[in-house]
């Protein structure tokens, strides 16, 4: 199982931006599916997460700026960045939770996509 992202780069303050990542591989089903960033010096930390039912959960840092989504396949996950700061500035990373494959049950994460957003 493989996570791609894409999107991400840089952008003025208050752009926006869309992150979409992709699992791929024999999947049989994924829980939820979200997006960490971290910072430089930072831990990293949850954006925001989606169940495979739909039900969303943000960080109060981004709640009403970024919104995720899934795909209708269930192995797709976007996010959506508006009115973006210079502290969003961070690398991106997909996560899906407990992914049920050929391989068993694992938690995958991207390789991390570069936002930048430049005051």
């Known amino acids: 199982v493989q996570l791609v992202e894409s999107g991400g780069g840089l952008v003025q303050a208050g752009g926006s931006l869309g992150l979409s990542c992709a699992a791929s591989?024999?999947?049989?089903?994924?829980?939820?599916m979200g997006w960490y960033r971290q910072a430089p010096g930072k831990q990293r930390e949850l954006v925001a997460v989606?169940?495979?039912?739909?039900?969303?959960n943000y960080a109060d840092s981004v709640k009403g700026r970024f919104t995720i989504s899934r795909g209708d396949a269930k192995n797709t996950v976007y996010l959506q960045m508006n009115s973006l700061k210079p502290e969003d500035t961070a690398v991106y990373y997909c996560?899906?939770?407990?992914?049920?494959?050929?391989?068993?049950?694992?938690?995958?994460w991207g390789q991390g996509t570069q936002v930048t957003v430049s005051s």
């Open positions: 996560n899906a939770d407990r992914v049920v494959s050929t391989s068993g049950i694992q938690d995958y």
């Open positions: 591989g024999i999947i049989f089903s994924i829980n939820a």
């Open positions: 989606i169940s495979r039912t739909g039900t969303t």
